[in-house]
């Protein structure tokens, strides 16, 4: 049976807490990007195509599709505000996590997150500042979530495990792109685009209640866990050392190059990531002219590929490990690389060499997907150096990740509003300054062992 196996098997229930933490981050994303597509609807009712034949309908449209005139800086400043939010939330989260309750705090975060979505038409009928005030207050709670939950693993996933499971539970974020594009163009023309934000905090709402049933902060403590998947759990930690966090070393951290490597790299990773997540639909718009629904369906394509690049980068990374093919340093290194240069290069090809649709649109896919290697890299590195102040450590990495993030979509918004059609080539070769710049700092500095500042210390006793 599948509990007389110590190796990784996919029916016990840390596996099944992977993936209820993948529809979590899926749920999560939605509720943080579903408004880079319903933007086109906001902002502009003549995306709406659908062949309005009557006055009627066309006042129908406009009661179900509100529309407002916020100018393209305004719109980049409402994409990056929650970014503001994420960014403030970061090391507090990292650091208490270690502290309080896991299933308390992520399960709070999440609701709120949720609550704040069904909110947002009526604060955009308010005003913009109202809606910005919203978004940042998502980004606190979605920056708590996306923080807390690698605390999940400090004590659910053995060891050799770790990488597996983090991987399998951050795709989400790569699958929620697929699935809140592909859905909201369709709600946006078909229910209006109001009905998109209280859709999926509905369904925020329905996974958080799931999440206090099924979570325990300890698996000693939980009733659907089979006590061969507990004790073997528990020994595998025991092997591992005492993971009691000790006084944070944060003379050693600022000194350490191989973390500065890591945060140098989450920066150059969230600008990409983030341009290419809130821009894509805003892009089509501008090369392909589409309707709304298309837009959806277009926009949704690169965020499959990427969602499957990311479950292949995990599971090869492990592979290349668990054959000793190459050195933990070297895979590291390799990931990374892969993830920061392809999405230059396809993304010049996505300006130059895109003379059609399906080349555009392949371009697209691809710059996209091959940004998601980086989670066999860089993004899981921290593990290696220092697995006792983990939680904390990917707080302070993804805060500077995130001023990344926050910069990327208000600088692109700054150059769209002064030049839409020359702007894109500005906003690319920026995005590969950073990203080439980042590569090489991480490949001349990267190390991927347990750093001797994370090291626990040995106490004598006289």
Known sequence: TCSSFPSPCFCSFRYVLALFMHFCNIVIIAQRMCLSLTMVAMVNNTNLHGSPNTSAEKRLDNTKNPVYNWSPDVQGIIFSSIFYGAFLIQIPVGYISGIYSIKKLIGFALFLSSLVSIFIPQAAAVGETWIIVCRVVQGITQGTVTTAQHEIWVKWAPPLERGRLTSMS?????LGPFIVLLVTGIICESLGWPMVFYIFGACGCAVCLLWFVLYYDDPKDHP???????????????????????????????????????????????????????????????????????????????????????????????????????????????????????PIVFSMCLLYLSSGFYSTITF??????????????????????????????????????????????????????????????????????????SVIFYLIFAKAEIQDWAKEKQHTRL
């Not at 951050?170 to 790569?174: I, R, T």
């Not at 993030?405 to 995005?431: C, H, N, R, Y």
């Open 170 to 174: 951050l795709s989400g974020f790569l």
């Open 224 to 342: 659907c866990v089979s006590l061969h998947e507990k004790e073997y759990i528990t020994s595998s930690l025991i092997q591992q050392g005492s993971s009691t966090r000790q006084s944070l070393p944060i003379k050693a951290m600022i000194k350490s190059l191989p973390l500065w490597a890591i945060s140098f790299c989450c920066f150059a990773y969230l600008w990409t990531y983030s341009m290419l997540i809130v821009y894509t639909p805003t892009l089509i718009n501008s090369m392909l002219h589409v309707d709304i629904r298309e837009n959806g369906l277009l926009s949704s394509l690169p965020y499959l590929f990427a969602w499957i690049c990311g479950v292949i980068a995990g599971h090869t990374a492990d592979f290349l490990m668990s054959r000793n093919m190459l050195s933990l340093t070297a895979i590291r290194k390799l990931f990374t690389a892969i993830g920061l240069l392809l």
């Open 364 to 437: 697209l896919i691809l710059a996209n997907a091959s940004s998601s290697f980086c989670l066999g890299g860089a993004l899981i590195n921290a593990l290696d150096l220092a697995p006792r102040y983990y939680v904390f450590i990917k707080g302070v990495t993804t805060l500077i990740g995130m001023t990344g993030g926050m910069t990327s979509s208000t600088v692109a918004g700054l150059f769209l509003s002064q030049d839409p059609e020359s702007s894109w080539f500005k906003i690319f070769l920026l995005m590969s300054i950073i990203n080439v710049i």
